[in-house]
């Protein structure tokens, strides 16, 4: 019986487990063996045992102490109340909220290996296209069948999307929320911080499920900032092809980011900005965004 093995080599045994010892084991076998051709060949009080080992329950569930026994009555018609499964499916429910907590944590850290970094497909012979096996879904256990069950992870997590008082979420929406956010365009990487405050507020950003919506004239200006930022370093690269510039292609979006940047904090009454920037990017930040004269750039 490897359950009554496994119980029996602990060195400090639960009361109720006291008779799972060495010198008993053989005789455990025994009626296990018994109770598997016919449970009804060894006494309710094994049965009950046997039944919850089977079951999956834990050291010290696993025997029920049976009733005094009445004056007059054998211990054969002794009545042993059976032995309610709660604590297993207890224990079932417990396991599975952990495996979804290892998932939400695997995506949190690893999740940046799955994104699509590359939209266009131009390197794609040069990234590992291979799922990371604690990313897949599969390997916790789940299956389409247990997609919408839900789990509240509100006391296992400080932040996020799953925090406390979101309450019960479906399994699919919990895996679809983790891609969107950690396997989807953007790669985040921040599981490595020490700080716990840092981390949550990391989390807090990322998870929390709120796109910022631009109006139609906001759309268009960032584009103009963008091509602007992209025909400034197309005419250097022309004007000055043999020149170390310090260019900033395949960063253009800097100069849109920064020119929003900028507007929110104004907008939120800071009167100066200090830039301090290493070479790369500077003149294109002077002409864009500092909106310095072209004649002063170039004189």
């Known amino acids: 019986l490897p359950s009554a093995r496994r119980l029996s080599s602990k060195p400090a045994p639960h009361p109720f487990d006291s008779f799972l010892s060495g010198n008993s084991s053989v005789y455990v076998e025994d009626m296990y063996a018994a109770w598997k051709q016919a449970p009804e060949s060894v006494h309710k009080s094994w049965q009950s045992v046997f039944s919850s080992m089977e079951a999956g329950a834990l050291p010290g569930q696993t025997f029920v102490p049976p009733p005094s026994i009445r004056a007059g009555a054998s211990l054969t018609s002794a009545a042993v109340p059976e032995r309610s499964l709660a604590p297993a499916a207890a224990t079932s429910s417990a396991v599975e909220h952990m495996k979804v907590m290892q998932l939400v944590q695997a995506y949190q850290t690893r999740g940046h290996n799955v994104c699509d970094l590359d939209p266009l497909g131009m390197y794609e012979a040069d990234l590992d296209g291979t799922t990371p096996p604690d990313l897949e879904v599969a390997n916790y256990g789940f299956t389409e069948a247990d997609m919408d069950k839900e789990y509240d992870l509100g006391h296992l997590v400080g932040s996020g999307f ?61 584009m103009r900032n963008l091509a602007r930022s992209d025909h400034f370093e197309s005419f250097l690269a022309g004007k000055f092809s043999l020149a170390k510039r310090f260019g900033l292609e395949g960063c253009e979006v800097l100069i849109p980011g920064m020119e929003e940047l900028i507007n929110e904090a104004v907008s939120r009454g800071v009167e100066n900005v200090v830039l301090g920037m290493a070479h790369r990017g500077r003149l294109n930040v002077l002409a864009n965004v500092c909106r310095k004269p072209m004649e002063q750039i170039f004189a």
Not at 178 to 196: F, N, P, Q, T
């Open 162 to 222: 799953l925090a406390q008082g979101r309450g019960p979420v479906k399994l699919r929406d919990i895996i679809t929320r983790l891609r969107e956010v950690y396997a989807s365009k953007v790669g985040v990487e921040y599981m490595h911080i020490w700080d716990y405050e840092q981390t949550n507020w990391i989390r807090d950003k990322i998870e929390t499920p709120h796109q910022v919506a631009f109006t139609e004239e906001e759309r268009r200006l960032i």
